[in-house]
Every structure is written in structure tokens, then in C-alpha cells.
């Protein structure tokens, strides 16, 4: 909302913008990053837990009346004061590691976490490891307006514990991150969700990532600190901190996602395609795709020498939890639910199905009626909600407006193609497990991972050093 009024005053049409009261200081973070002095109107409270005769009362005595002021020359709300902005490459601190640790607390510059000191030779290790200048800067990026470089990214980096070679990987996925349809200005919304970065190719062996039992558990370096990574960059670059902080308004929220890689010998081996080569790459290409996961499901056990055993298990375990979030992928016509298949379930699948077989199944199969996702959606923030109308503006394809009957059956997946599926985890174990995106916001980006042309040389140098 706030970025839709900085255009609109831009053009010198005067704005106000309506804000509850629990959002407040996101939005004085977030006007403070636009540069644009902005109205707001608050509206006490949440709306959506109050009763009809509160919200009415709140709206003639308070937002009614703050709309006024605001529209008719009320001084806009001040923004945010903050210490001014270190310059790039600047020393910051001077100090014992506790001191620097207790500083980098003070500054909202940690995670919570013990950081690494990002002195100016661990920095200089990990800009080794890229051919690109430190000070290229690759998006200008929400709440706060600051320039996602190079140099922040080894900077961040270096703080996260992540490894020197590990930095082609890292530009790789701020890349991601900064695509425009990857939509980095919600990632401080109220679901809480987390980007997850999925790994493939060469990279997989060569840097030592987990992809077999314990994927996804803290306890490998590049796994974890790559992980760790993604959420001190969104912190301190993009400003998405809790309180003190005022730009994370996940309302409870969960931990970063260690980076997920998959097992490329067994997708092989059984006959199907990486997931890295389903997004339009060749086999062997070093890949890192970034999405945001919303919500994780149960792990899902399932057991028989039949395809069918194990899908029709995913479609009541994670089928029962995607079903829920359903709406908000319908009211955008978007959504990545993501599927780690364990190794010997998939070996069992692919038998029998491809990776789109088991895609149609669960696209034919997982089901919600029209009545209870527009309940879930007024209960969220929608009381508008309708299929039909979603089907007129042509959010969503036609069956979802096929007759009118509240009970009718649609299918939680707009799309089969909407569903990833990665091999990973315990072969030894028959358990795969679901991730859930949320909707429009975090969609699946890829890049590849550019490496600089001393790549050998510059390894077998830090791993001479270490």
C-alpha cells in the first residue's frame, strides 16, 4: 500500500494511507526507505477480531477523521530515525570478540547468534572467490533502500560462518532474491515465511553439502551457514528485523531453512530429472533456486512396492496441510508447494510414474470445496473471497467457476506444474516430507552459479589454508 501512495504522491496527488495500529512502524521503516514523506491513517487494533459495531465506532471516530486531516494538508508522519549508514567498506568497530559481538547486538546487526567479525581480510577472502567488482550493486532493495552489492554479500557472508568458495553460491542467491517476481518486499509479511534455497550440481560434492539423512537438520557448514546467510542478509540489508527492530511483521514466525541439496546420483539412477533440469537447465550445471516456504508438514511415512501407495499417502499427509493455505495461492493464481521425496520412495514412484504422473495425481486428487477456502481466506483477511469473481478477472482457469454449488470440489493445485519435487534425505528410511510457499510472494527464482576463472586454483588454496 505504502509503495502504491509514494507513486501516487510522486505524481503530486495527495494520499493517505490506512494502517493498523500493529503496523505502524513497518510502514514509518518502509516510508522511510521510499524517501517519500507519506500520510497515514491508523485504524486502532486488528479489524479482523473486532465485532461489527467496534469496527464501525473505530472507523467514524478515529481512521474516518484521520483520512480527513490526512487529505486535506495534515503534515505527513515523520519517518523513523536512524544512526546514519556506515560506508562501504568503512570500519565499523574496534574490539575484543565479545566487545564486537555485543556491539553487533546493540546495532540489530545480528541474527541473536555469535557473528563472525567481518574484518577487512576475511571479507577480502570471500570477494576472491568472485570475478565481480565489490562495489556492483545488483538491486536496491526494500524495507530500507539499501544497495544489495557484492561487497554486502561477502560482508554477510563472512558473519554467517558460511566459507570463503561458498560465495559464487551466495551472489547467486541474492540474485534470486532480487528478481522482481520473487517479490523481496513481502518478505517481512505477517505468515513469517522463510526462503529456502534448493542446490544443484557439481557444487553439491565439491563444497560437501548434506543431501542424505539429516537434509534440512542444522550441522553441515555449507547447508547451515548458506541457511544462516539468507536471513542475516534479509536483516541487515533489506532492514526485515523483529523488535527492536520494525520491519518483520511475521507474527510468529519460524527459524532460517538450511539450504536444501538434492541427491543427483539417485534422481539419476532411478530415471528422473534433476530438479534443477525440470527449471530449464542442463545436467551439470551448478543451479541455486530461492522460495519461500510458508509451512512445513509432518514428516510423511508411507509404505508398498506400488506407486500408488506412496502418492495417495502424500495426498492425505501433505495434501491435508497444503489444502488449508490453498486460498491465498487461489486469490493470486500462484503458489510453489514443494515435495522432498525420500530416495527409496522415490525409487518405488518411478517404477511406474514420472515426476508429472505423480504431479497429476495430486493435481486430480488433493481437493478442497468452494465453501470451506472461502471460509479459510475470511477467517485470514478476505471477506470478500469468491472463485467466481477470481475466475472472471482471470485469476484462476474456468473449472474453478464451473457451477455455483458451495460444495463443489476444486483442486488445492492451480496448476500440476506449480508442484516441485526434489529427491533427498534418508534412503534408508521411507519417510519425504512437504514445504508449502506462500502464494505470489517468494515464487520459485533459479540462477546459475557463476564461478570465478581461478575456481580450482582459488579451492585448492583455501583448502590448503584450512
Not at 494520499?15 to 516510508?31: C, M, N, P, R, V
Not at 550441522?219 to 547451515?224: D, I, K, P, S
Not at 499427509?317 to 503458489?335: E, I, N, Q
Amino acid at each position: 500500500m505504502l509503495r502504491a501512495s509514494a507513486v501516487v504522491e510522486k505524481l503530486g496527488i495527495p494520499t493517505a494511507s490506512i494502517i493498523g495500529s500493529g503496523f505502524l512502524k513497518q510502514a514509518e521503516l518502509i516510508a522511510k526507505g521510499l524517501g517519500v514523506p507519506l500520510a497515514i491513517a491508523e485504524y486502532p487494533g486488528a479489524p479482523m477480531v473486532d465485532s461489527e459495531e467496534e469496527l464501525k465506532r473505530k472507523v467514524g471516530e478515529v481512521l474516518a477523521p484521520g483520512i480527513i486531516r490526512a487529505l486535506t494538508g495534515e503534515r505527513p508522519r515523520e519517518s523513523v530515525q536512524a544512526d546514519a549508514e556506515p560506508e562501504p567498506g568503512q570500519v565499523v568497530f574496534g574490539g575484543t570478540l565479545r566487545e564486537v559481538q555485543e556491539h553487533f547486538h546493540r546495532k540489530l546487526w545480528s541474527d541473536g547468534l555469535p557473528v563472525i567479525p567481518p574484518t577487512r581480510e576475511e571479507v577480502e577472502a570471500f570477494l576472491k572467490f568472485t570475478d565481480r567488482d565489490p562495489g556492483e550493486v545488483i538491486r536496491v532493495v526494500p524495507q530500507e533502500g539499501r544497495e544489495a552489492s557484492i561487497l554486502s554479500i561477502a560482508v554477510n557472508g563472512v558473519m554467517a560462518g558460511c566459507r570463503p568458495e561458498y560465495m559464487p553460491l551466495l551472489v547467486a542467491v541474492v540474485e534470486a532474491m532480487c528478481e522482481p517476481d520473487f517479490r523481496i518486499e513481502d518478505a517481512g509479511s505477517t505468515p513469517g515465511w522463510e526462503p529456502l534455497v534448493i542446490v544443484n550440481g557439481p557444487l553439491i560434492k565439491e563444497l560437501g553439502f548434506n543431501y542424505g539423512q539429516g537434509v534440512m537438520r542444522v550441522g553441515r557448514q555449507a547447508n547451515t551457514s548458506i541457511g544462516r546467510f539468507v536471513r542475516l542478509y534479509l536483516r541487515n540489508i533489506c532492514g526485515y528485523r523483529i523488535p527492536p527492530g520494525a520491519g518483520d511483521k511475521g507474527s510468529i514466525g519460524f527459524t532460517f531453512n538450511v539450504a536444501l541439496a538434492e541427491d543427483e546420483d539417485y534422481a539419476r539412477e532411478i530415471g528422473w530429472p534433476t530438479f534443477a533440469m525440470e527449471r530449464g537447465f542442463a545436467a551439470g550445471e551448478n543451479v541455486v533456486t530461492v522460495q519461500s516456504v510458508v509451512c512445513i508438514t509432518p514428516p510423511t511415512y508411507s509404505a508398498g512396492a506400488r506407486a500408488i501407495d506412496h502418492v495417495q499417502q502424500w495426498a492425505d499427509v501433505m495434501g491435508a496441510s497444503f489444502t488449508y493455505w490453498s486460498h491465498t495461492g487461489f486469490k493470486r493464481g500462484l503458489w510453489h508447494p514443494l515435495i522432498v521425496a525420500g530416495p527409496s520412495i522415490a525409487r518405488v514412484i518411478a517404477r511406474e510414474w514420472s515426476k508429472d504422473d505423480v504431479r497429476r495425481y495430486l493435481y486430480q486428487h488433493v481437493k478442497i470445496t468452494a465453501e470451506r477456502a472461502a471460509h479459510h481466506a475470511r477467517m485470514t483477511s478476505t471477506p470478500t473471497f469468491s472463485l467466481e469473481q477470481l475466475v472472471k478477472d482471470g485469476v484462476l482457469p474456468p473449472e474453478y467457476a464451473q457451477s455455483s454449488d458451495p460444495q463443489r470440489l476444486v483442486s488445492v493445485f492451480i496448476k500440476p506444474e506449480m508442484i516441485g519435487i526434489v529427491v533427498a534425505g534418508d534412503p534408508g528410511r521411507n519417510q519425504s516430507r512437504g514445504y508449502m510457499g506462500n502464494h505470489a510472494q517468494g515464487p520459485r527464482m533459479s540462477r546459475r552459479v557463476v564461478l570465478p576463472k581461478r575456481w580450482k586454483e582459488l579451492l585448492r588454496e583455501a583448502r590448503g589454508a584450512s
